[in-house]
């Protein structure tokens, strides 16, 4: 078994003390967010808009939108009648919403 110098116990406490985990996921938090910001549009998923665009999951599926991350990019930074929310919204409600329609189209928004 080979021994670790105590400089490397340090070093390694060093790197875990920089560390920090992402934030928790606030579903609540995003329902909220959901509801005064997209529920005008996309009440139950649907869209009014753009009907074919709606936040059902085999729509998301289709249009590579069912990732957290793709929900994020779409919500901070728009696309055709969607408005950017990035500079409305901060980061960590945006990351809740995202979280909150990709939650709800697995249950088909029920």
Known sequence: MKKFSFGFFIACLT???FYTPAEAVDINN???VFTANCS???AGGNNVIM???N???DTLSTNQMNSVSA???QVTNGKN???AFGGRLSDTD???VANFVLSQSEKDWN
């Open 51 to 53: 009907p074919e665009k």
């Open 81 to 83: 009648a969607m408005p």
């Open 94 to 96: 945006i990351g809740d």
């Open 71 to 73: 929900i994020t990019y």
């Open 55 to 57: 936040l059902k999951k």
């Open 30 to 32: 995003g329902e909220n």
């Open 15 to 17: 790197l875990i003390s």
């Open 40 to 42: 005008a549009c996309h």
